[in-house]
């Protein structure tokens, strides 16, 4: 790390997916039915009346796909494993060809030289579970450490890198009380709940993970982060920013560090969580090995009695740079890194940082050349490398960076309107091109840094 824009040696290069997002085969081979298989049917849910049937057919193209991040570079790939493609009711009977998959995708990694970083929980619950309840019902949680046991114990031979979950606050929240996302409640007591199994049920798989093993494993979990901003400097807005990093940060990173909920949060949980048991917190903040954290955008907050779990709602203040999704705050990267650093992480030495995503969605094509010039995303990656070297340079231990998304894909209840990648995915096709973003990002890996211009 010798020049201003330069990266520490050993830093790890990377690019991200989840299964339901890319993988398709949604029923092949034995795999059963997720909630999100179910959501995507149901009239309204989903932007363009789409699914993730067949999403980036990487199911059937993953050797392709790998090349392709050999191609461009990256050292690391994290991707999601399909709970119900593992056990299609969710618990119980094991599904071999399932397992083989992922065993021939682990395998391919490795033999490119790229380390692979599995996340057991991308937000594809098998439906059989759903049926039974859900992540409300405390059951889901044991569940899900059994199904821990069996991916670990088959891929832990070779998988370092572990994940329980991925962005828990959005399983629970905007799929259980905004209704946004499958299983598509608006229920408030089910979205506390579903919280709080979350939670549990990364501590089972912990346990689950570390039994099955080598020595060297790395077990953490993966949190969506945003610095919160009141609208505002009337003391109503200041409060009600507090409240909503309460419910948006803090109700994963108190339980997961101080085992504890945030005592704003306090009288919601005590009254929604029925069954929380003595005990339940100790195993949530078990020590982790790393953590994850994704970023996209800051929140911008005002006071909002309409709301009333947390009389706070996000306003969108004029003038700024926005993508497609959420306003373009390159700032909060490292003000988020350094709050989770002074705030956590600095009293758990050695205890890695991963930026797990970070990644825009802005309108892109092929032109008359074939060539995607994604100038914007371009620029977005740019400016948050350049948080993540301040962040360094100040003495953050952030051991990686992970672009979202590898593949342009199925953005949930947005469909296929948004696109992420550093490589164009035609959907009508499954034709793959390199955007100019992934062969900037080559130039970058290869560097280990930024260079002061760009070629692009």
């Given at each position: 790390?010798?020049d201003?824009?330069?990266?520490?040696?050993?830093?790890?290069?990377?690019?991200?997916?989840?299964?339901y997002?890319?993988?398709?085969?949604?029923?092949?081979?034995?795999?059963g039915?997720?909630?999100?298989?179910?959501f995507?049917?149901?009239?309204?849910?989903?932007?363009?009346?789409?699914?993730?049937?067949?999403?980036?057919?990487h199911?059937?193209?993953?050797?392709?796909d790998?090349?392709?991040i050999?191609?461009?570079g990256?050292?690391?790939?994290?991707?999601?494993?399909?709970?119900?493609?593992?056990?299609?009711?969710?618990?119980?009977?094991?599904?071999?060809?399932?397992?083989?998959?992922?065993?021939?995708?682990?395998?391919?990694?490795?033999?490119?030289?790229?380390?692979?970083?599995?996340?057991l929980?991308?937000?594809?619950?098998p439906?059989?579970?759903?049926?039974?309840g859900?992540?409300?019902?405390?059951?889901?949680?044991?569940r899900?450490?059994?199904?821990a046991?069996?991916v670990?114990?088959?891929?832990g031979?070779?998988?370092?890198?572990w994940?329980?979950?991925?962005?828990?606050?959005?399983?629970?929240?905007?799929?259980?009380?905004?209704?946004?996302?499958?299983?598509?409640?608006q229920?408030p007591a089910?979205?506390?709940?579903?919280m709080?199994?979350?939670?549990?049920?990364?501590?089972?798989?912990?346990?689950?993970?570390?039994?099955?093993?080598?020595?060297?494993?790395?077990?953490?979990i993966?949190?969506?982060?945003?610095?919160?901003?009141?609208?505002?400097?009337?003391?109503?807005?200041?409060?009600?920013?507090?409240?909503?990093?309460?419910?948006?940060?803090?109700?994963?990173?108190?339980?997961?560090?101080?085992?504890a909920?945030?005592?704003?949060?306090?009288?919601?949980?005590?009254?929604?969580?029925?069954?929380?048991?003595?005990?339940?917190?100790?195993?949530?903040?078990?020590?982790?090995?790393?953590?994850?954290v994704?970023?996209?955008?800051r929140?911008?907050v005002?006071?909002?009695?309409?709301?009333?779990?947390?009389?706070?709602?996000?306003?969108?203040?004029?003038?700024?740079?926005?993508?497609?999704?959420w306003?373009?705050y390159?700032?909060?990267?490292?003000?988020?890194?350094?709050?989770?650093?002074v705030?956590?992480?600095?009293?758990?030495?050695?205890?890695?940082?991963?930026?797990?995503?970070?990644?825009v969605?802005?309108?892109?094509?092929?032109?008359?050349?074939?060539?995607?010039?994604?100038v914007r995303?371009?620029?977005?990656?740019?400016?948050?490398?350049?948080?993540?070297?301040?962040?360094?340079?100040?003495?953050?231990?952030?051991?990686?960076?992970?672009?979202?998304?590898?593949l342009?894909?199925?953005?949930?209840?947005?469909?296929?309107?948004?696109?992420?990648?550093?490589?164009?995915?035609?959907?009508?096709?499954g034709?793959?091109?390199?955007?100019?973003?992934?062969?900037?990002?080559?130039?970058?890996?290869?560097?280990?840094?930024?260079?002061?211009?760009?070629?692009?």
């Amino acid at each position: 790390m010798s020049d201003a824009l330069g990266f520490p040696d050993g830093f790890v290069w990377g690019s991200a997916t989840s299964a339901y997002q890319i993988e398709g085969g949604w029923n092949e081979d034995g795999k059963g039915s997720s909630i999100w298989d179910i959501f995507c049917r149901e009239p309204g849910r989903i932007a363009d009346h789409s699914s993730g049937d067949v999403a980036c057919d990487h199911y059937h193209r993953w050797q392709e796909d790998l090349e392709l991040i050999s191609q461009i570079g990256f050292n690391a790939y994290r991707f999601s494993i399909a709970w119900p493609r593992v056990q299609p009711s969710g618990k119980g009977r094991v599904h071999e060809a399932g397992l083989a998959f992922y065993d021939r995708l682990v395998d391919g990694l490795l033999q490119r030289g790229i380390q692979p970083y599995v996340t057991l929980y991308h937000w594809d619950l098998p439906q059989a579970l759903q049926d039974d309840g859900g992540w409300p019902q405390r059951q889901t949680a044991e569940r899900f450490g059994e199904y821990a046991a069996v991916v670990a114990q088959r891929l832990g031979d070779r998988v370092t890198w572990w994940a329980t979950h991925n962005e828990p606050f959005v399983a629970a929240f905007v799929g259980h009380l905004f209704g946004e996302h499958a299983p598509g409640l608006q229920d408030p007591a089910a979205a506390f709940r579903a919280m709080h199994h979350l939670l549990l049920s990364h501590g089972l798989a912990c346990d689950a993970i570390r039994s099955a093993c080598r020595p060297e494993v790395k077990v953490g979990i993966v949190l969506n982060l945003n610095p919160v901003h009141p609208a505002s400097d009337s003391d109503q807005d200041r409060q009600a920013a507090r409240r909503f990093d309460a419910a948006l940060n803090r109700i994963a990173l108190d339980p997961l560090f101080r085992a504890a909920y945030p005592e704003e949060l306090a009288p919601l949980i005590e009254s929604l969580v029925v069954d929380l048991e003595d005990g339940d917190l100790k195993r949530i903040a078990q020590p982790l090995d790393f953590l994850g954290v994704n970023y996209y955008s800051r929140s911008v907050v005002r006071h909002d009695p309409d709301f009333a779990l947390i009389q706070a709602s996000q306003v969108h203040p004029p003038g700024r740079d926005y993508s497609q999704m959420w306003e373009i705050y390159p700032e909060g990267l490292g003000e988020i890194l350094t709050r989770v650093w002074v705030d956590y992480v600095r009293a758990c030495p050695g205890l890695p940082i991963l930026i797990s995503e970070n990644g825009v969605p802005v309108p892109d094509g092929l032109d008359f050349d074939g060539r995607v010039r994604d100038v914007r995303r371009i620029r977005y990656l740019r400016d948050h490398l350049v948080q993540v070297r301040k962040a360094l340079a100040s003495g953050l231990p952030i051991r990686g960076y992970f672009v979202w998304s590898l593949l342009d894909n199925f953005e949930w209840a947005h469909g296929y309107q948004m696109r992420f990648g550093v490589i164009y995915v035609d959907h009508a096709t499954g034709r793959r091109v390199i955007k100019d973003s992934g062969r900037w990002m080559t130039q970058v890996i290869r560097a280990n840094g930024l260079a002061p211009e760009s070629g692009f």
